[in-house]
Nanobody, 127 residues
Framework: QLQLVESGGGLVQPGGSLRLSCAASGFTFDDSVIGWFRQAPGKEREGVSCISRSGGIASYEDSVKGRFTVSRDNAKNTVYLQMNNLKPEDTATYYC????????????????????WGQGTHVTVSS
């Protein structure tokens, strides 16, 4: 059974850090790019980051550049999102999603083009 499971969310103060994990099973993990998306209440889902199949290439939404780092461990079928210097505007539910294809073909695509999704993990940044 294909599954993506996010974990690591929680409540953190501004300036703090969290590391999200996305554990995959049931499909050929290293054939897929993995995207991180987030959705805040009342807002549309937006792309945060995307990582290539090998992990050698990554992209970031402008507001998180320099603060977030995505990585993957294909031996563990897991992708990570290290989030540093968190801001209140980072508060959202974070989702990972998988799409078969290359970084060039898929990481610029919208959320609707990603095939498989996790259930999300909530991040709240507040003092």
């Amino acid at each position: 059974q294909l599954q993506l499971v996010e974990s690591g969310g929680g409540l953190v103060q501004p300036g703090g850090s969290l590391r999200l994990s996305c554990a995959a099973s049931g499909f050929t993990f290293d054939d897929s790019v993995i995207g991180w998306f987030r959705q805040a209440p009342g807002k549309e889902r937006e792309g945060v980051s995307c990582i290539s199949r090998s992990g050698g290439i990554a992209s970031y939404e402008d507001s998180v550049k320099g603060r977030f780092t995505v990585s993957r461990d294909n031996a563990k079928n897991t992708v990570y999102l290290q989030m540093n210097n968190l801001k209140p505007e980072d508060t959202a539910t974070y989702y990972c999603a998988a799409a078969r294809g290359t970084f060039r073909n898929m990481c610029s695509r919208p959320a609707a083009d990603f095939d498989y999704w996790g259930q999300g993990t909530h991040v709240t940044v507040s003092s």
